[in-house]
């Protein structure tokens, strides 16, 4: 499958607009959410938001990965599909300095990375399951862009990848919208509970459905 372009100005406008809810919010503004596993969490920055690009390789398999990293374009995310294995790393100093250089968003990585203090140097936000020392192997087996499982979601290219220090959510372009509306209404009706608990010097555990019963 070949690099996403279509509507890029479109998705990277959307990118934007979901980089101003925390994944908790889009989880439940998504109803049905799609999440990687709990495991996969930040090491290096707090936050990641950004067009996917995918790399689909096999367990303890990397080197497909740096030529993944030639595919990349400002605000893209690379998933890395690893399949869970963290005896090994997929990633590190240099594949984050090299990204870094194509301006992407970060890196997301379903196994483990090192060099976490390049990693650091370097800046660019990398999620991943865990921080291992060695190295995976370099046969160049695998594939780019194409749907791939990571952390157990769904991942397509040009999906919508957003993490934080909750975890990371996938977002299909054609979904954006209508979750991020039903956040921003379940964050401004948190909000006015916030108020109305202060205002009485009460609390009120439940956030109702319409605020205006409060």
């Not at 995918?54 to 030529?67: K, N, W």
Request: hydrophobic share 40%; aromatic share 4%; glycine share 14%.
């Amino acid at each position: 499958m070949g690099r996403v372009n279509k509507n890029r100005d479109k998705l990277s406008g959307i990118v934007e607009q979901i980089r101003c809810f925390t994944t908790p919010e889009l989880c439940d503004g998504a109803g049905l959410y799609r999440s990687m596993d709990w495991r996969i969490k930040p090491w290096v920055g707090e936050r990641v938001c950004g067009i996917a690009v995918t790399v689909d390789v096999p367990s303890g398999e990397g080197g497909l990965i740096a030529d993944a990293i030639l595919e990349l374009a400002e605000g893209d995310v690379l998933v890395v599909a690893g399949k869970g294995n963290c005896g090994c790393s997929y990633w590190g100093d240099h594949r984050s300095t090299c990204a870094a250089m194509k301006k992407a968003a970060g890196v997301v990585i379903d196994g483990a990375f090192r060099d976490v203090e390049g990693c650091e140097k370097a800046g660019l936000p990398v999620f991943a399951r865990g921080l291992t020392c060695g190295t995976a192997g370099k046969s160049g087996v695998g594939a780019v862009n194409v749907s791939v499982s990571c952390g157990g979601a769904a991942v397509n290219p040009g999906d919508i990848i957003a993490g934080d220090r909750n975890g990371v959510v996938v977002i299909r372009p054609d979904e954006a919208e209508e979750i991020m509306a039903r956040a921003m209404e379940k964050r401004l009706r948190q909000e006015a509970v916030i108020k109305r608990m202060k205002e009485m010097g009460q609390v009120i555990p439940k956030i109702p459905k319409n605020i205006e019963n409060l």
